[in-house]
């Protein structure tokens, strides 16, 4: 797969691109894989063609929460180009990415102003998006933060399936297994999912969208579309789930 199946070098210029191209290395990361921790000066960038990389903050009790997500429309280490890292990047979903030295972005970012650009727009698009699930977690059902979540994972992944099992999920999420079960199940019942061991399934994204909080566009910075033609009576799936 191309450097440009990543969103962030397929908007640069080609002028751009080519400085950046010699220099990128592809790589496969590891689910579990950490890529740098609190305090690292990171010594790559990287951008996920495939890969899933979860930004964690961990607590000295040994609490950790996902706060953040970074895939195929982004770039992992925009802490690096300031200083000393301030969160975990863990791999979420195995895959590939391209890598970059540090050293070598900073001597490109002169000659490259779009670059520059797109990567500070994408810090602003990621503290509204933070902002936005401060304001979900407050105020919304742990079913529809699943929706939200499962939405944006989609969004910067290729695929339709997450291979993440209940325990994960709670763990990441900072939520009882019971209460991901629950309203995984709740999903499934209306057929907008399937549960397989360790994947979940989306097989009706569209009454995901349709039933999630706006809480989903506004933090994607999307227009929400006129759901009102589509009936939300969906069947049983027929499929045998096996819970994680």
């Not at 962030?8 to 496969?28: G, K, M, N």
């Not at 930004?55 to 690096?80: I, P, Q, R």
């Not at 079913?143 to 939200?148: D, F, N, P, V």
């Not at 994204?205 to 589509?230: H, M």
């Amino acid at each position: 797969m191309p450097p440009r199946a990543n969103e962030l070098l397929a908007q640069l210029p080609d002028s751009e691109y080519q400085q950046f191209r010699p220099h990128l290395e592809l790589t496969s990361l590891s689910k579990g894989q950490d890529l740098f921790q609190p305090g690292d000066l990171p010594s790559h960038v990287y951008f996920p063609i495939g890969a899933m990389v979860s930004v964690m903050k961990d607590m000295e009790d040994g609490f950790s929460v996902e706060t953040y997500m970074l895939g195929k429309s982004s770039m992992v280490g925009h802490c690096a180009v300031f200083g000393p890292c301030f969160y975990r990047a863990n791999v979420r979903s195995s895959g590939l990415a391209y890598k970059l030295l540090v050293s070598t972005l900073h001597r490109l970012m002169p000659t490259c102003p779009m670059f520059v650009q797109s990567a500070m727009r994408l810090m602003g698009r990621a503290i509204a998006q933070l902002s936005q699930a401060v304001v979900c977690c407050k105020h919304h059902s742990v079913e529809k933060q699943m929706m939200r979540w499962m939405l944006i994972t989609l969004d910067r992944t290729f695929e339709s399936e997450i291979p993440m099992t209940h325990q994960e999920i709670a763990d990441r999420l900072g939520f009882r297994r019971e209460a991901i079960t629950l309203a995984l199940g709740k999903l499934m019942e209306r057929g907008h999912i399937l549960v397989k061991r360790g994947v979940i399934d989306v097989v009706d994204r569209q009454a995901l969208e349709a039933r999630v909080c706006d809480c989903y566009w506004i933090g994607q910075e999307k227009t929400k579309p006129n759901f009102s033609q589509l009936s939300l009576a969906f069947p049983r799936a027929e499929s045998t789930s096996v819970w994680s």
